[in-house]
């Protein structure tokens, strides 16, 4: 059921409509690059797209293939990637499209993108792949240069609530996207009060440190076996909000580049030091996957803020 409504989401209907232009005209290309805002839908317009091109659910069809993420992996490996060239190669068992969803593509690593770069060079007939990534930069230039791109972004505020109302139903779903962003895909798939729980809770924990009244090393323990991803929203947004009173740009958002041209600094307050904090958080959660010890990391930035 939640397949379906996201297919239909106000805010993917411009990509829809493209898509279905170019199948009424079959002029659909052999590579298609959906560039995806977290939670925004497009790994479900994707398995859309290739319910269309088979007349049928693609889960299970024998034309159909899924490449991810395997296991703890944090990377797509070469072996996968061969493995789905090999069979792109087959004919089609039904006679018409065969269809491959890369999901996540950014996470493909050199060596997997290098094997998949033939197949988009020379794909085989009435093939067509389809590649989600949020951060298609991570991709080669190789294999963006070979698809063509579809953007995903962000719905309105609105229009996000009006989708999770709808679909999922009443919730304090306001202050959930004030958390998260306006992801509401991801939002469906929280429990919101647990959301808030966390938020509370790692706010209280950073109004503690900065009182003195907790030790970071335990705090960052905590964090760690917990959540941590949301917590380091959490901190995020709290990084972001007093960054923003400090430029003067009043209306809290979770997004500084909402601000155009920030207003003169607060004298009274550390801005630089701030903007550093939010460097050290934003490279704590790429770190997050590689093998990193996640607690030590995080005990040294919680430590930053209290200096």
């Given at each position: ?21 170019a ?11 959906i ?8 790994d479900?317009?994707a398995v859309?797209?290739?319910?269309q ?10 034309d159909?293939?899924?490449?991810g993420?395997v296991?703890e ?7 996968q990637a061969r ?25 493909l690593n ?36 070979r698809?063509?791109r579809?953007?995903?972004?962000a ?6 609530l009006?989708w ?6 009443e ?35 950073i ?26 929203t ?5 990084l ?8 003067g ?10 601000g155009?041209h920030p ?8 801005v ?12 704590l ?6 093998p ?12 930053s803020?209290?200096?």
């Amino acid at each position: 059921m939640l397949s379906g409504s996201v297919a239909e989401a106000s805010w993917l209907g411009p990509a829809r409509e493209q898509l279905l232009a170019a199948l009424r005209q079959e002029r659909v290309p052999h590579a298609l690059l959906i560039q995806d805002a977290p939670g925004a839908g497009g790994d479900h317009l994707a398995v859309w797209l290739a319910q269309q091109l088979l007349h049928a659910a693609p889960e299970g069809h024998p034309d159909f293939t899924r490449l991810g993420l395997v296991e703890e992996s944090k990377q797509i490996r070469v072996e996968q990637a061969r493995e789905l060239s090999a069979h792109l190669a087959l004919a089609s068992h039904q006679g018409g499209y065969k269809v491959a969803l890369i999901d996540p593509a950014d996470a493909l690593n050199w060596n997997a993108a290098n094997a998949l770069l033939k197949t988009l060079e020379e794909p085989p007939s009435r093939t067509v792949l389809i590649l989600v990534a949020q951060q298609p930069s991570r991709l080669p230039a190789t294999i963006r240069s070979r698809c063509q791109r579809v953007r995903i972004r962000a719905p309105e505020r609105a229009a996000a609530l009006a989708w999770l109302t709808a679909t999922v139903g009443e919730g304090p779903w306001e202050a959930v996207l004030d958390v998260i962003g306006n992801a509401p895909l991801l939002a469906a798939a929280l429990d919101p009060r647990a959301v808030l729980q966390i938020r509370d809770e790692t706010l209280a924990g950073i109004t503690d440190l900065t009182a003195r009244r907790a030790d970071a090393a335990q705090l960052a323990d905590a964090w760690s076996r917990t959540e941590l991803a949301l917590r380091l929203t959490c901190f995020e947004n709290w990084l972001t909000e007093r960054i923003r009173r400090a430029l003067g740009a009043g209306t809290y958002s979770t997004e500084l580049r909402d601000g155009a041209h920030p207003g003169r600094p607060d004298p009274g307050s550390n801005v630089p030091r701030l903007f550093d904090l939010l460097d050290q958080l934003r490279a704590l959660r790429v770190a997050l996957a590689t093998p990193v010890n996640r607690s030590l990391v995080l005990e040294s930035l919680l430590r930053s803020l209290v200096v």
